[in-house]
């Protein structure tokens, strides 16, 4: 069976740090497209990082750059988010996706509270 677990959600102050892990099974993680997307309540969901399946290349959204850093492991089979300097705009639920041409996954999202 086919899964994405994401973790390492929860409250954290303006400023504050968290790492977000998503862990792969059922699929070949190195010939996957990876990323990390978000949705807050009334909003689109958006592309936060991403990083390619072929040279690791990594992109981020203007919102995020040089404050969130994509990483995977293949070994541990897993993809990482750290986030750092998080601002009340970066509250939303946090969803991990594995694309390539053969399939599209998504985890059940996790969710990143930013609040004093």
């Known amino acids: 069976q086919v899964q994405l677990v994401e973790s390492g959600g929860g409250l954290v102050q303006p400023g504050g740090s968290l790492r977000l892990s998503c862990a792969a099974s059922?699929?070949?993680?190195?010939?996957?497209?990876v990323g990390w997307f978000r949705q807050a309540p009334g909003k689109e969901r958006e592309g936060v990082a991403c990083?390619?399946?072929?040279?690791?290349?990594?992109y981020y959204a203007d919102s995020v750059k040089g404050r969130f850093t994509i990483s995977r492991d293949n070994a541990k089979r897993t993809v990482y988010l750290q986030m750092n300097s998080l601002e009340p705009e970066d509250t939303a639920v946090y969803y991990c996706n594995a694309i390539n041409w053969s399939w599209n996954y998504w985890g059940q999202g996790t969710q990143v509270t930013v609040s004093s």
């Open positions: 990083s390619a399946a072929t040279d690791g290349r990594t």
């Open positions: 059922g699929f070949n993680l190195e010939l996957s497209n």
